[in-house]
């Protein structure tokens, strides 16, 4: 590991020699007790600029949330490089914001301390992130709502609120898994306009992890698309769509067209 | 939700007016004798008539049973953490819990007496030994299923270990603490109650086995529906304490 590293540090890759997050040859595989391991990463590379919104597009069951959770530092990779701003991810990181497959809320907290958690776990005594946090609520439109327990919302508020926690300590780099998955398209859509609109604000690197083809190209600077499992890169691609991204965008040719090859790439359209 | 209350205060009642109803009934038309099963209104009266000493008997199973309760919380507790938090202690303690818990309580009982004589202290014992194993296997059940999201949060945020025990384990297990201590409220009135029987001076207990062996049957069936209330009321407590600590959810039962 620390020879791939050194022998790449040397080489100098790549056009910008040190983008914001660098993924190299990352594998990752799972012992199986009485069986071959489980190889769900195989060798994939791909660079992630600073400022950028990137997509992992693929099917279910490929390693999209592994590689993710590599990336947060929850899971150490078999081997290849991890590294945010040049220095090799092997734990949480503060500046790191996750937004996780499901809401992942705290029953018995209210909304307001749901979304202070990382701040409380910090110790950030400051009356700054409260008045913080209560302007992340209202943007997402759940003003009003402070107090209330999460058995009191529906499953998109829960979301809206799991992505105000993930924002209120102001990530650089922010990790979101599938966060609308579970979502109707309406409030989906709606969703998606609104992390676009965080993301305008805030100027965070984004990796989002995706199913839908639409999701990853109405957001996305670059679309890493994965093959199944294990997963390789199955093709990259760049969207050239201007931000801020309007919702008529999702009928001109070029969303079509760049859906349609990434469409190519998972094997569902030819 | 007022109605839905009312309904589950109402039904119970009513069912209750029928039995007693029934009761006083029978023993009236059959003249049943009064030491055999004496009437409603029979123990209504003697409940009235010895008053002051029900009150007065009713003070020492309460301070057992309570008293009992509160040391089993606050042992059972910590060692619930203990037992989830290490495997060692869990592999160590946990059979060995399980198997005290197959030994009949009323069968230590006279050993407990021989240790602490016919005071207070026995049945406390007593009380306390039946009432800790449902904390401790509830609290450590709870301390054991915390979400794993949860968990994975907390990793994500960088939390301490005492940080994830008291922001996210524990409030987690919460719901599983009450669980375990409506149960144990309900046997250590149980085990308080045994103390009495098997050697005591004082308490509802021993009124009843000496009014039983004077058949002053009303006197002891009183005796037994003070004991019933008392539990009632006991878990009615945590019942209610656990609604204000766990508004979120309830463990039900
Ligand atoms: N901790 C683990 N131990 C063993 N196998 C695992 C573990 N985590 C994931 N896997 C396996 O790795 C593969 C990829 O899982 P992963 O959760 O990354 O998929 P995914 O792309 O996120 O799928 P989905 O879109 O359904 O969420 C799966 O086959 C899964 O069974
Ligand atoms: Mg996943």
New interface residues.
């Given amino acids: 590991m620390a020879e791939v590293n050194s022998a790449l540090k040397r080489a100098g890759t790549g056009p910008d020699p040190a983008p914001f997050g660098r993924f190299r040859d990352v594998r990752q595989s799972f012992a199986r007790p009485g069986q071959a391991p489980l190889h769900a990463i195989e060798a994939v590379s791909f660079d992630l600029e600073r400022g950028k919104l990137v997509s992992l597009l693929g099917p279910s069951g490929c390693g999209k949330t592994t590689l993710l959770k590599i990336v947060?530092?929850?899971m150490r990779a078999t081997a290849g490089v991890v590294q945010i701003e040049g220095v090799d991810v092997t734990?949480?990181q503060?500046e790191?914001g996750?937004v996780?497959q499901?809401a992942?809320l705290?029953?018995?907290r209210s909304v307001l301390r749901n979304v202070l958690?990382?701040i409380?776990?910090?110790r950030d005594t400051g009356g700054a992130a409260r008045a913080a946090a209560l302007e992340l609520l209202s943007l997402v439109g759940l003003a009003g709502f402070e107090h209330a327990?999460p058995?009191e919302l529906s499953g998109g508020m829960q979301q809206r609120v799991a992505l105000c926690r993930a924002l209120v300590h102001k990530p650089r780099l922010l990790l979101m898994d599938e966060p609308f998955g579970s979502l109707d398209e309406l409030t989906r859509m709606e969703m998606q306009d609104l992390l676009l609109d965080i993301r305008a604000r805030t100027g965070a690197t984004v990796l989002f992890v995706t199913h839908s083809i639409s999701e990853a190209v109405y957001l996305s600077d670059r679309v890493v698309v994965f093959s199944r499992r294990p997963a390789t890169i199955a093709d990259m691609i760049d969207v050239p769509l201007p931000y801020p991204r309007t919702p008529e965008l999702r009928y001109c040719a070029t969303f079509t067209e760049i859906g349609h090859r990434a469409g190519r790439a998972l094997g569902v359209s030819r | 939700m007022k109605r839905l209350l009312l309904e589950r205060a109402l039904y119970p009642l009513l069912g209750l007016a029928v039995i007693v109803v029934a009761w006083q009934l029978y023993t009236q038309l059959y003249a049943v004798s009064r030491i055999v099963l004496p009437s409603p209104s029979d123990i209504a009266l003697a409940s009235v008539r010895h008053f002051a000493l029900l009150l007065a008997q009713t003070w020492p199973t309460l301070g057992a049973t309570v008293l009992g309760f509160v040391i089993a919380l606050v042992l059972g507790i910590p060692l619930a953490v203990c037992v989830a938090n290490s495997r060692v202690l869990n592999l160590t303690l946990y059979p060995i819990l399980v198997a005290t818990q197959s030994v009949p309580k009323v069968a230590i009982a006279p050993i407990v007496l021989v240790w602490f004589g016919f005071g207070m202290e026995s049945k406390l014992a007593i009380a306390f030994l039946v009432a800790f194993f449902p904390i401790v296997v509830d609290t450590a059940t709870g301390l054991r299923s915390t979400?794993p999201?949860?968990l994975?949060?907390?990793?994500?945020?960088?939390?301490s270990p005492w940080?994830v025990f008291s922001?996210?384990q524990m409030?987690?297990a919460?719901p599983f603490v009450f669980s375990g201590a409506k149960v144990a409220i309900t046997l250590a009135v149980i085990g308080a109650v045994i103390g009495e029987f098997v050697g005591s001076v004082d308490g509802l207990g021993n009124l009843l086995l000496a009014a039983n062996s004077q058949l002053e049957s009303p006197l002891a069936w009183a005796a037994l529906i003070w004991l019933s209330a008392l539990g009632i009321v006991l878990f009615a407590a945590v019942a209610l304490v656990e609604r204000l600590v766990?508004?979120?959810?309830h463990s039900g039962r």
Avoid at chain 2, 152 to 159: N, T, V
Wanted: without cysteine.
């Fill in positions: 947060a530092g929850l734990e949480p503060p790191f996750v996780f499901t992942n705290m029953p018995w958690l990382p409380e776990i910090r327990r058995a | 979400p999201g949860l994975e949060l907390a990793r994500s945020l960088r939390a940080q922001k996210v409030p987690a919460l766990v508004p979120w959810g």
